[in-house]
DNA sequence: CGTATATTTAGATGTTAGGCTAAATATCAA
DNA sequence: TTGATATTTAGCCTAACATCTAAATATACG
């Protein structure tokens, strides 16, 4: 599947833009954004996952916690 | 449903992004689009309802024939 | 009017996607 | 190593979506 293609799939959804949109302000851990919203871990971890997939954000784990980061370059890519 | 809503929802699918890239190079009657796809004209006419819904596309009856065009005002404001 | 052409609408069907709960994995701290 | 915390993976269910065929609508033309 080409990025492109993914980074479409991965904006479809409002609650991955609106993760994006959290991000967007800056590192968040998975626990933080889980916060912000009504849905279950799990399914924002799937979220996340198709985020991913789309090299949309980035993660890495500090300590216990994942922090994931807006990877800002793809959307410059994208624009064009 | 907000109109940024529909737009994201509109080029989700690649059909209707292969349609609006189309419609980049001029307007063309629905049987014109119909003969670059391999999906029925009924398939096809309903993915116009949905650009039509995001108000990505225009349509006007020329004799028996409908003719769509890209709606370009739309681009540059969903770009902000 | 009656028929042909162009497109849309309606109804049915298979697939994809997002949500949930429960179980698995990974790290930390005692 | 055992227990607690943080997150992901797996399996399932339901809703939304893309597609199809067939029927309906609209225009053109003899």
Same mark, same amino acid.
């Given at each position: 599947?080409?990025? +492109?293609?993914?980074?479409? %799939?991965?904006?479809? =959804?409002?609650?991955? %833009?609106?993760?994006?949109?959290?991000?967007?302000? !800056? &590192? %968040?851990?998975? !626990? *933080?954004?889980? !916060?912000?919203?009504?849905? +279950?871990?799990?399914?924002?971890?799937?979220?996340? !996952?198709?985020?991913? &997939?789309? =090299?949309?954000?980035? &993660? *890495?784990?500090?300590?216990?916690?994942?922090?994931? +980061?807006?990877?800002?370059?793809?959307?410059? =890519?994208?624009?064009?």
């Amino acid at each position: 599947m080409l990025r +492109s293609e993914q980074v479409f %799939r991965a904006l479809a =959804d409002p609650n991955r %833009r609106r993760i994006l949109a959290i991000l967007k302000a !800056g &590192s %968040r851990s998975a !626990g *933080e954004i889980a !916060g912000e919203f009504p849905i +279950s871990m799990a399914s924002l971890s799937h979220h996340y !996952g198709v985020l991913k &997939s789309a =090299d949309l954000i980035r &993660s *890495e784990r500090r300590g216990q916690s994942i922090v994931y +980061s807006l990877n800002t370059t793809v959307f410059e =890519d994208v624009a064009s």
